[in-house]
């Protein structure tokens, strides 16, 4: 099965439907899209380039880029999407890891690939790799996980039951980089026959998004939390009330309770949460936009703070060092098996076998389940911190501290402490002039346990951050060992 089936199914049945909208203006039919994939992977085939072969696209978000993506697999090749706004260095390292035979760096590019006669859609197994998906690197090289039509098609079906339906009149806009969770939810649309919408800036901006959303109608799209508050905030303070949304599913990182809460303000329960890594694409487990709604149920705040119910097509577990099983209440490492799982790590064997054990994938991630299946999490194992012999777990300080006014962002870490093993040090972005730390310490011991308080404050301008919004705590770690520097 190639998955780009879906594509040609929608051209023949509907080619003049709308496939591609560049911001307002309609850029693209299904016929026409389906044309344009047909002389790209011509194109490909004409440079030589056979089935399996890699092709990186490292180009910013366009309508091009879909018709890169659709090309690729047309041809029976395999993609490797690459963030952009990596550095030269990081975008070079992936390009020669996979073995790309092209890379596209910009939209124009792939007009150049094309050829002026589309080649018939190639057969594909569905285990064959379709997407070299790059890890964010946070803590080292970034490892390339192997997704086949196999993985994407039962992710697709996961968000179907799971996350959020689609009907023919949806769009689809790509706020995120495609090179990430924006891309892979482009199938959820394309089986449905929907539209897609590529903003034209090619960067998040929250002004243009609440336009877009005043245009289109039935709009959903994924978003990291920092995404999420921007885009709140925006709304807030312009009265803007979003009209065409239909769900804004979030993911990729830690939604605090405070930003959760004023996004509801700003667009009402129309947000979903969904947990999965490159290693599982988007599917490991949703909160559903009911489950969001539902604030009569008395667990209710304790389930906005979870990542949800596994979905429907996985299995997770919770489980210790030694592959046990645990109880609801006990934290141990989330594992997932199912078939949207990667089947391992491009040319990392020793990747592999660290992250699939006993036939599961080990996440890294530390949670719990609840006695009614809600999972949470706690922290990435590596980011533990343990004082005194106590787990520590670094959210759940931060989650307290971002309840001070004074307070914009908040990461913890820990330090090494020769008394307790470990301190906590709480890496603060103010709003305006820093709260007192003792300000801070009132508010720490009013919701947690002493010994989880941050023995030290450090005020800064920015959190270091990757790509992908993400907080870079290992650049932390460099900072209080004297290997790092960062704004005052």
């Not at 391992?344 to 990747?351: F, H, K, Q």
Request: hydrophobic share 45%.
């Amino acid at each position: 099965m190639n998955l780009v089936t879906w594509l040609q199914r929608a051209a023949r049945a509907a080619p003049g439907r709308p496939a591609v909208f560049h911001g307002r203006s309609p850029w693209a039919t299904y016929g026409e899209l389906a044309e344009r994939a047909g002389r790209f992977a011509a194109g490909l085939r004409a440079r030589g380039l056979g089935a399996g072969d890699r092709v990186a696209i490292a180009m910013p978000n366009s309508p091009e880029y879909l018709v890169a993506l659709y090309g690729t697999w047309w041809a029976g090749m395999a993609a490797v999407p690459i963030n952009a706004r990596l550095h030269e260095r990081e975008v070079t390292w992936i390009v020669g890891n996979s073995g790309a035979v092209l890379a596209l760096r910009s939209p124009g590019e792939v007009g150049e690939v094309e050829s002026e006669a589309a080649e018939a859609l190639r057969e594909a197994d569905p285990g064959a790799l379709a997407w070299l998906f790059y890890t964010s690197g946070t803590t080292g090289r970034p490892k390339g996980a192997m997704l086949s039509h196999r993985n994407l098609a039962q992710m697709t079906q996961g968000y179907f039951t799971d996350v959020d339906g689609v009907a023919a009149s949806g769009r689809l806009l790509h706020v995120a980089p495609l090179s990430h969770g924006s891309g892979l939810y482009n199938f959820t649309h394309l089986a449905r026959g929907a539209a897609q919408v590529v903003p034209e800036s090619d960067a998040f901006d929250a002004a243009e998004v609440l336009d877009l959303l005043a245009f289109h109608r039935d709009v959903s799209f994924f978003a990291a939390p920092t995404m999420v508050k921007r885009l709140a905030d925006a709304a807030l303070a312009k009265g803007a009330a979003a009209p065409g949304l239909q769900t804004i599913v979030y993911g990729g990182g830690p939604m605090y309770a405070a930003d959760l809460e004023r996004a509801t303000r700003a667009f009402g329960h129309r947000l979903a949460q969904i947990y999965g890594q490159g290693e599982s694409p988007m599917t490991i487990t949703a909160l559903s936009k009911a489950h969001h709604a539902d604030a009569a149920h008395p667990r209710h705040r304790e389930r906005l703070a979870s990542v949800g119910i596994p979905h429907c097509v996985v299995e997770v577990t919770v489980r210790d060092a030694d592959g046990r099983g645990l109880p609801a209440g006990e934290v141990g490492e989330v594992c997932v098996r199912g078939d949207v799982v990667m089947s391992g790590y491009w040319n990392n064997p020793e990747g592999t076998a660290a992250a699939m054990r006993r036939g599961q994938l080990w996440t890294g991630d530390l949670g719990a389940f609840d006695a009614d299946g809600f999972l949470t999490l706690k922290d990435r194992s590596k980011d533990l911190i343990v004082s005194g012999g106590s787990n520590i777990y670094p959210r759940e300080i931060e989650e307290v501290l971002l309840m001070h006014p004074g307070v914009a962002e908040a990461s913890v870490v820990g330090r090494p402490d020769p008394e307790w093993g470990e301190a906590v040090v709480a890496f603060v972005v103010a709003r305006g002039d820093p709260p007192p730390a003792d300000e801070l310490d009132r508010i720490c011991l009013g919701h947690i346990a002493r010994f989880k308080r941050p023995r030290e404050y450090r005020f800064v301008a920015q959190l270091p951050k990757n790509n992908y919004g993400k907080v870079v705590k290992a650049e932390l770690r460099a900072l209080l060992a004297g290997a790092g520097t960062m704004s005052p």
